[in-house]
């Protein structure tokens, strides 16, 4: 991986925060009204890493971004000049990174740096934004410095940083030396760390994606998993997580006591967790960070109902009125309840005057989102609920083809995975014999939740809505 | 410079107080001086009272005079002297955190003066006993080596570099390796960084160990790495690097499947099917990172598809695009889809693509239309279908959808010829709605083609022939074709029609392309009207299904740069990048004045230019030539007028070389050039040159192994050329021997399809394949008598 440069770009109404790879940090300031295409931007912040291109290079990069927006079209993430610079770009807020390189440089390493970055600049300041920037400049040159050297990504951990690189460290009294950890085989932990009352907290987040075409078919349904834990446990602990894995089971001959096994398509771990051990025998074991961090991620396709299912009718009356039948069912088992539901309903950019009925929730017309909003606080399973909708549509009709965004739902279940995934035992073990207490948390909730609109039909044998 | 513009008080300030006695307020001045430096003020000016600060116990304050120095030590490379003494003092330095931070600025001056100061203290630190100083160091040669290779090897700077490969610290191997794969791929001839058995296991076990940025600095080395033959080491290494494709960082995996993809060819079949299997599901995860970083994986994932499409056979839904996606995420989404489809899972694929079709981003839904097409082209069975639902597209008459399916259906016609003619008179019924040049040109193709069934034919071209002065180029052309296909088949009714348009083609145009086959035409029809038929009429080939937009022999490359800017590009890795640039860094390597070095340079530069015609090259089969509607016309046209109208020559091949005529020599060599260069090439030396022995004409070529290791796998492929040159077989060069040099005679022959490229060249594009990769020259036919 050869980075040249990273930038942090800032543009008035549409700001950027950038970052090159190559040999040498740059954050310059870019102020530039989009407006004016050719005005003189400036970089917020930037650094060398190695002083192969020149750092005025910068300036053709929002030239690039604008020439492709121009031409209607999203700009991809990575963009070249004519004279083989090419510009890698992530954004933040109203801030672009932008790495710099003109060799063949990893793509891959290089937007997955822009983005620890970006972790790390949230770590210590919070909020990642030109003031934030502004105030901590010196900070953000040692950042810089540290995490990557000529063009090579080095200490990433925001934690093991933050014990040599400071906010005050004119206040501290001995002079900062860097923490084993840098260095050591285990890189996100420092040693000596102490806690009264060791205690490990367990988040299992299920997320649904779900994606149903307009005839009520599932084209994709799937889970992302995450375990998140926060973790407040004395020395150099030994963690063990046992999970009821199908593949686990099934090599080690066991049937699953209670429940049934899960199988996961796919696991990514947290880099403490050693992947040999678990590529050998499916152990999941760790020395675990300090603190909070995701310790595992994972991936399954579902044949499971979507659990919250939502039937369309929309009627149009073209050049008067457009009338909509929506009808939300909960499709989990009945001791669950889903909270703050909203289900998100697109309507055509010019409707007007909006009236609803509904039996359960609260219905809304956003006409920044150009959609109905339906609120509803508490969904238990097995109910179903209906709002009628009608909107009146002006009798001229615009050229332009109709948006035609998918139905979204939000919602959060808690106490309840839909994989079934369950913790069947943490062990942690440290040299000094301790006991510690784990707490594990299930919450299921959306993710990309989308449901197509049918087409809108002309005679809808929808009941007549009485308003 | 700072001083002397207007702000001339600031400055004098920031001085008097860089030079006051108050610790404090010296720091708080240099705090003010780096923030001038961050908004892009020139302060260079205080260089010496900046300087002067270095000396500190504050490490904040080193750290700000040390950014300063990076930023102007180019600038003022006298005073940065004065700045030495204090660095070699802080290398010295109790504690390592200093002691690097110096090692690593120093590295960063990029002054030639200092460099010499820098060998003593960098010998040390790299022994150092912190093992943060000794990965600092590690880099720190990388950086000295770019700027005076020389004086790195001198000191035995390499020698040490290499003995760190077995540090006891895994954070230190990877920068090592860092640091030796980047010094190897400036001069490969030096054979700086070859993984041996015994680093290979050294390597292996600080895979584990070291960071997530480490992992990838090894796995990129092992991609390297050519395990030994009927051996297990293969396996193992397969074995380890799986491992790697459950960690969180995508481009861990990323790399992770590099490596894998690159040993599926060394390990057994078993053991390869299993690996295969396991590298789909990370594949399908990494469509859950980031939009940036998903587009990366779709690119890499549509390669890996092409070589191995079972692998997310059952997977087409996860491409399946979320209304939330970013454009550029959709329309690689889209291209795995086409790619995945199948006869199995059309109709979902099409219900998919109808649905795509009616969403508002225009580029979506184009290409989504385009994807039909491509569908009903590759899919035999399927055709049908995908032609029913373009049918249906067109009938929704928006404007842009409508076009871009008479685009495609013109390729579904060469594709299938005569089997949808029924899909014809849907097509003329929009004839008015078209105005994109693209889309007339096709419409009116398909009309001239199909003259014969469509009773209104005449009338359809009138139409077009009344606008014709209007038309771009483009239509021009094929209104041309059309309307003489149309006399041809109809000759009773189209002749005021065609006398009409070859007179305001050839007397109102100013367009020569156009003007010359109008030409070309009438002559044809009045002197032989049934040559005419035979050119124009002649029976096309079929177009294959566009899918394979990368060749074998580029795809073999891209699999070993998976993850990087080629990958992304679809480019060879030589040509990414500032044109000539590699090049630069190795004749500053060489120092000396090397007379070939413009040679190299123009066959880097060059060859850029023609990227797209270097595509083409395919070592694995027959060259497919690119057949679009108006390419195969003309080139049909080409063979055939050829012998009717000897002067005018639409290939453009042999008109500047052909006419010249002298009596056959029995041998006419021409002096050999440089073609590779040893340090371009993995150590290969390359020289050759056309020539003609008894009327045969061949390449002779000489191979001179500058390595110690065999080099073996030797192909050949001519691009696409002006002269129609191609070998007449495959290169017989089996192995060369470290050190040998081989003489080889290629026999070649004209019988290569010849570019229409415009203005003919005399150079021939070539790339050559060995054991160690591809390289791409050319060589100019200098001497045309070898022609003859």
């Known amino acids: ?467 | 410079m700072f001083a002397a513009s207007d702000k001339k008080g600031e400055a004098f300030e920031l001085r008097a107080d860089l030079n006051s006695e108050y610790k404090e307020k010296r720091k708080e001045t240099v705090k003010k001086v780096i923030a001038n430096m961050t908004i892009g003020k020139d302060v260079s000016g205080l260089f010496a009272d900046v300087v002067k600060n270095m000396q500190t116990e504050d490490i904040e304050l080193k750290k700000l005079v040390y950014l300063y120095l990076i930023n102007y030590a180019k600038t003022q490379p006298e005073l940065v002297i004065l700045a030495v003494n204090t660095f070699l003092k802080d290398t010295d330095d109790l504690n390592p955190l200093i002691r690097a931070l110096a090692i690593r600025t120093l590295g960063c001056l990029r002054v030639e003066k200092v460099v010499d100061y820098l060998m003593e203290p960098l010998k040390k630190s790299l022994k150092d006993d912190d093992p943060y100083v000794r990965k600092t160091s590690a880099l720190c040669v990388a950086k000295i080596f770019d700027l005076n290779p020389a004086i790195c090897i001198d000191n035995g700077l390499i020698a040490i570099l290499q003995d760190m490969l077995s540090d006891r610290n895994p954070m230190v191997i990877a920068n090592a390796v860092s640091a030796l794969s980047e010094i190897h791929a400036q001069s490969p001839k030096d054979q700086i960084f070859i993984i041996t058995p015994t680093s290979l296991t050294k390597l292996l076990a600080a895979l584990n160990e070291c960071t997530e940025w480490g992992q990838i600095c090894i796995l990129e080395s092992l991609s390297g790495y050519k395990p030994q033959l009927g051996s297990r080491e293969a396996a193992e290494i397969v074995e380890r690097v799986i491992a790697r494709l459950q960690h969180a960082n995508p481009s861990v995996v990323l790399s992770a499947v590099k490596v894998l993809m690159i040993y599926l060819s060394h390990v057994d079949a078993e053991l390869s099917k299993q690996v295969i299997r396991k590298m789909a599901p990370p594949l399908v995860t990494l469509l859950s990172s980031e939009p940036e970083i998903q587009y990366v994986a779709l690119r890499n994932i549509n390669l890996i598809l092409h070589r191995h499409p079972q692998i997310l056979a059952q997977e087409i839904r996860v491409f399946f695009t979320k209304y939330n996606d970013p454009l550029y995420v959709k329309l690689e989404k889209l291209e795995c889809i086409i790619k995945l489809s199948s006869t199995d899972n059309i109709d979902q694929v099409l219900l998919e693509l109808r649905e795509y079709a009616s969403e508002v981003d225009v580029e979506f839904v184009r290409r989504s239309v385009r994807a039909i097409g491509r569908c009903a082209v590759k899919l035999d069975m399927a055709s049908e279908r995908c032609v029913n639902v373009l049918l249906d597209l067109i009938k929704t008459k928006v404007s842009y959808v409508l076009q871009e399916a008479v685009v495609v259906i013109k390729d579904v016609f060469r594709k299938y010829p005569r089997k949808y003619e029924g899909v014809i008179p849907a097509l003329c019924e929009n004839l008015e709605a078209l105005d994109e040049p693209d889309a007339k040109a096709a419409l009116v193709w398909i009309i001239g083609e199909y003259a014969e069934r469509i009773e209104n034919a005449e009338e359809l071209v009138e139409y077009f022939v009344e606008g014709f002065k209007d038309e771009s180029a483009k239509v021009q052309l094929q209104l041309l074709t059309a309307t003489v296909k149309l006399f041809l088949k109809k000759p009773g009714s189209a002749q005021e029609l065609v006398q009409k348009i070859l007179q305001l083609a050839t007397q109102g145009c100013e367009n020569p392309d156009i003007r010359d086959r109008a030409y070309i035409y009438w002559r044809l029809l009045s002197s032989n009207p049934q040559a005419a038929k035979a050119v124009v009429l002649a029976e096309k080939p079929p177009i294959e299904s566009d899918n394979s937009t990368v060749s074998e022999t580029l795809l073999d490359e891209l699999i070993y740069h998976i993850g990087s800017l080629a990958s992304v590009y679809y480019k060879p890795a030589a040509l990414l990048g500032v044109r000539g640039d590699r090049v630069d860094l190795r004749m500053a390597v060489a120092e000396d004045d090397d007379p070939n070095k413009i040679d190299v340079q123009q066959v880097v530069a060059s060859v850029g230019g023609n990227i797209e015609n270097l595509l083409d090259l395919d070592f694995g089969g027959p060259v497919a030539v690119p057949v679009s509607v108006g390419a195969s016309g003309g080139g049909q046209r080409a063979s055939n007028v050829d012998d009717l109208l000897g002067m005018m020559d639409l290939g453009g091949a042999s008109s500047s070389f052909g006419v010249a005529s002298s009596p056959a020599a029995a041998v006419i060599e021409t002096p050999k050039v440089k073609l590779l260069q040893p340090e371009n090439a993995n150590g290969l030396e390359l020289s050759g040159s056309f020539a003609k022995r008894n009327g045969q004409l061949s390449l002779d070529l000489v191979f001179v192994n500058t390595t110690s290791i065999a080099m073996t796998d030797f192909a050949i492929q001519f691009n696409v050329n002006s002269f129609g040159i191609t070998p007449s077989g495959p290169l017989q060069v089996p192995v060369v021997n470290g050190g040998q040099v081989v003489n080889h005679s290629l026999p070649l022959n004209r019988t290569g399809a010849p570019t229409t490229q415009q203005p003919p060249s005399n150079v021939v594009q070539i790339a050559l394949k060995n054991s160690n990769g591809v390289y791409y020259f050319q060589i100019s036919v200098t001497d045309e008598r070898v022609l003859e």
Not at chain 1, 15 to 39: F, H, T
Not at chain 1, 150 to 178: D, M, N, W
Not at chain 1, 339 to 353: F, G, K, L, M, R
């Open chain 1, 1 to 467: 991986m050869v980075l040249s440069a990273v930038f942090i770009l800032d543009l008035k109404g549409k700001v950027s925060l950038s970052l090159a790879r190559s040999s040498e940090d740059i954050i310059r300031e870019y102020l530039c009204p989009i407006l004016i295409p050719d005005g003189k931007n400036q970089v917020l912040i930037s650094r060398n890493y190695r002083g192969d291109i020149a750092m005025s290079s910068i300036d053709k990069f929002m030239p690039l971004l604008m020439d492709a927006e121009e031409d209607e079209l999203t700009p991809s993430p990575i963009v070249s000049t004519d004279d083989g610079i090419t510009f890698l770009y992530i954004r933040h807020n109203n801030l672009y990174l932008v790495a710099m390189t003109k060799k063949n440089s990893n793509a891959a390493t290089t937007l997955v740096f822009l983005y620890k970055l970006c972790e790390v600049f949230k770590e210590y300041f919070k909020e990642l934004e030109e003031e934030s920037i502004r105030d901590n400049f010196v900070i953000i040159y040692e950042l810089l410095d540290e995490m990557m050297d000529f063009g090579y990504p080095q200490t990433t951990e925001s934690k093991i940083l933050q014990e040599y690189i400071t906010q005050e460290s004119y206040k501290l009294e001995s002079q900062a030396r860097p923490p084993m950890a840098v260095t050591n085989a285990v890189s996100w932990r420092s040693e000596g760390l102490k806690y009264r009352k060791n205690e490990v907290f367990l988040d299992v987040v299920e997320s649904v994606n779900l994606l149903v075409n307009a005839n009520g078919n599932v084209l994709r349904s799937e889970i992302l998993g995450a375990i998140k834990m926060k973790c407040y446990l004395s020395g150099m602990p030994d963690v063990r997580l046992g999970l009821n894995d199908k593949v686990l089971f099934e090599t080690t001959g066991r049937t699953a006591s209670k429940g049934k096994a899960v199988e996961m398509e796919d696991i990514k771990f947290h880099q403490c967790v050693r992947l040999s051990r678990f590529e050998n025998d499916r152990t999941i074991s760790f020395i675990p960070p300090d603190g909070e961090f995701e310790l595992m991620s994972y991936r399954l396709n579902t044949q499971v109902k979507p659990l919250i299912w939502c039937e369309a009718v929309v009627e149009s009356h073209s050049g008067s009125r457009i009338e909509y039948m929506i009808k939300a069912k909960a499709q989990f088992k009945r001791r669950s309840t889903a909270n703050n539901v909203e289900i998100i309903i697109p309507v055509p950019e010019d409707a007007d005057s909006p009236k609803f009925k509904t039996n359960t929730g609260l219905a809304q017309y956003a006409p920044e989102l150009n959609a109905i909003v339906w609120k509803i606080k508490t969904f238990p399973g097995g109910k179903d609920f209906v709002l009628r909708a009608h909107f009146g549509l002006p009798s001229v009709k615009t050229d332009d083809p109709d948006k035609r965004p998918p139905i979204s739902v939000k919602f959060e279940i808690p106490y309840f995975t839909t994989s079934g995934i369950q913790v069947r035992y943490l062990k942690v073990v440290d040299k000094s014999g301790y006991q510690a207490f784990p707490w594990v948390r299930y919450i299921t909730q959306n993710g990309d939740y989308f449901l197509r609109m049918p087409d809108a039909v002309k005679n809808a044998k929808m009941d007549r809505i009485a308003f």
